[in-house]
């Protein structure tokens, strides 16, 4: 069990960092990407609810008294799947009013189902910090000796354009988070 949980960790923080890589590179966060992180959590979710009753296994879980509070704890799903849809009504607001890419708001679902309900201040905090990291890092001059660098150029290219790749700093925001969480939530 803790091998599938490491192997599940492992591969979701791999897919945050290609999404993030390629919204870096392309301004495109994969669809695929997305799905595969839903996937993973998934996976993890079902793990999770037969672990929470060994005994009767996810149908335990509904003969429980406190239904709400089993699925809203720290390991709870509930709270999981209310961060990812606040998250991703977040995202679809933010491009509807054309101020994020499509991919950036698909991202914020799996970000919020990896955080769960009680991440998103902390997670709310690194995106600020993210943010305004990346504004003085396109505002700061880069030392001329890096300039030929694949990153520096195309750092170059995102301040010539302005047009941001937020999927990097929402998946830096996330890892953080992740990183953060107490061992066995």
């Not at 700061?140 to 010539?160: G, S």
Request: proline share 4%.
């Amino acid at each position: 069990m803790i091998a599938s949980i490491d192997i599940i960790t492992i591969t979701s923080v791999f897919l945050f960092l290609y999404a993030a890589w390629s919204d870096f590179r392309l301004w495109k966060i994969p669809n695929g990407t997305v799905l595969a992180l839903i996937v993973v959590y998934a996976l993890d979710a079902t793990l999770r609810l037969m672990t929470a009753k060994q005994a009767g296994g996810a149908l335990g879980l509904l003969t429980e008294e406190d239904l709400g509070a089993t699925l809203f704890s720290l390991n709870g799903i509930g709270g999981d799947l209310a961060a990812g849809l606040l998250l991703f009504a977040l995202g679809f607001a933010l491009w509807c009013f054309r101020l994020f890419g499509a991919g950036d708001a698909k991202l914020f679902l799996p970000i919020g189902l990896f955080i769960g309900w009680y991440a998103m201040l902390p997670f709310a905090m690194f995106l600020l910090i993210g943010g305004v990291l990346t504004m003085l890092a396109l505002k700061l001059p880069l030392p001329l000796q890096f300039a030929h660098y694949a990153v520096v150029i195309r750092l170059e290219e995102i301040r010539t354009t302005r047009k941001i790749p937020y999927g990097v700093i929402m998946v830096g925001a996330a890892l953080a988070v992740m990183a953060l969480r107490p061992a066995g939530a």
